[in-house]
């Protein structure tokens, strides 16, 4: 079983749509999660962090955590074609202060 | 403030030689990871280093990799003996790393795209 399981993508929704991306992890003690934004050719950059179970809004993004589930997952409401990248889930291990990064979602927003 | 520098930020070599990748985090930041990651992959965790702790090696595929960080600031990641399949952009991040939850967002520095021939 792999640390960080996103699904690849490629994820494609229309212009104004909710895109929803998920990702699960293995272990239990992570207390923090982030996602990154990774653009082409790019480095990624933080868009949202999470430590608390439930909901977490920000803008046009809202990260959902579920710690029971080792759940969570990042909605992007009104997508935009700008918002077009790939989103790369990280949560933090419990054993040290290094993330394990997952392999990253493409989404795909189309005018 | 500066971000996180790397320099190369290209660089091309061929098989067999070594090649050292430079990485200078955000002044302050006590943590600092080197990533790889190939075209169209995910990042691929290498090393960690957290202030004067002895650094997480255990990211590294191979022992032609290894790393260094002097001074707690400036890191150095050195590849021996280059092989094609190492052709990858290697990424460096740096956090505050106090490991409260505030200062565990990492800073990515623009890579060094390594192709070896």
């Known amino acids: 079983q792999k640390e960080v399981e996103q699904n690849s993508g490629p994820l494609s929704v229309p212009e104004g749509a909710i895109a929803s991306l998920n990702c699960t992890y293995s272990d239990r003690g992570s207390q923090s999660f982030f996602w990154y934004r990774q653009y082409s050719g790019k480095s990624p950059e933080l868009i949202m962090s999470?430590?608390?179970?439930g909901d977490k809004e920000d803008g046009r993004f809202t990260a959902q955590l579920n710690k029971a589930s080792q759940y969570v997952s990042l909605l992007i409401r009104d997508s935009q074609p700008s918002d077009s990248a790939t989103y790369l889930c990280a949560p933090k291990g419990s054993n040290n202060n290094d993330m394990r990064f997952g392999a990253g979602t493409r989404l795909t927003v189309k005018p | 403030g500066a971000g996180v520098s790397q320099s190369p930020s290209n660089k091309v070599t061929e098989k067999g030689k070594d090649v050292e990748l430079r990485c200078d985090p955000i002044s302050g930041h006590t943590a600092l990871y080197w990533y790889r990651q190939s075209l169209g992959q995910g990042l691929e965790f290498l090393i960690y280093f957290q202030g004067n702790s002895a650094p997480d090696k255990s990211g590294l595929p191979s022992d032609r990799f290894s790393a260094e960080r002097t001074g707690g600031s400036v890191s150095t990641l050195t590849i021996q003996r280059t092989q094609q399949e190492d052709s990858a952009v290697y990424l460096c991040?740096?956090?505050?790393?106090?490991?409260?939850?505030?200062?565990?967002?990492?800073?990515f520095g623009p890579g060094t795209r390594l192709t070896v021939l």
């Open positions: 991040a740096s956090s505050l790393g106090y490991g409260g939850p505030s200062t565990d967002t990492q800073y």
């Open positions: 999470i430590y608390s179970n």
